[in-house]
Nanobody, 118 residues
Framework: QVQFVESGGGLVQAGGSLRLSCAAS????????IGWHRQAPGKQRELVAS???????TYADSVKGRFTISRDIGKNTVFLQMNSLKPEDTAVYYC????????????WGQGTQVTVSS
């Protein structure tokens, strides 16, 4: 099973940008899909963006046009570029793996905190 380490979070003003990194312990091309999720206090973890083994990406409506997911297969790393950040983007961001199509995500990392000030 893959292990993930997230990094790149921090404190940023509204309208600013951050780039999150998700370093995987194995070849990410062997994983069906990798997704970025976020969880705000008192709320369920929600899928923000995902990228499939074939390179197809998905985005939550709330971040569409502002966030971009990408990957560096050689470095076993998935990125989440976050632009035009809003206070409602404040959450802990996690990387997870979907091992089978139709299943949920698993193998969560420790997460990285993103705080957007107004």
């Amino acid at each position: 099973q893959v292990q993930f380490v997230e990094s790149g979070g921090g404190l940023v003003q509204a309208g600013g940008s951050l780039r999150l990194s998700c370093a995987a312990s194995l070849n990410i091309f062997s994983i069906n899909a990798i997704g970025w999720h976020r969880q705000a206090p008192g709320k369920q973890r929600e899928l923000v963006a995902s990228i499939s083994r074939g390179g197809m990406s998905t985005y939550a409506d709330s971040v569409k046009g502002r966030f971009t997911i990408s990957r560096d297969i050689g470095k076993n790393t998935v990125f989440l570029q976050m632009n035009s950040l809003k206070p409602e983007d404040t959450a802990v961001y996690y990387c997870g793996a979907k091992y089978y199509a139709g299943d949920g995500y698993d193998s969560w990392g420790q997460g990285t905190q993103v705080t957007v000030s107004s």
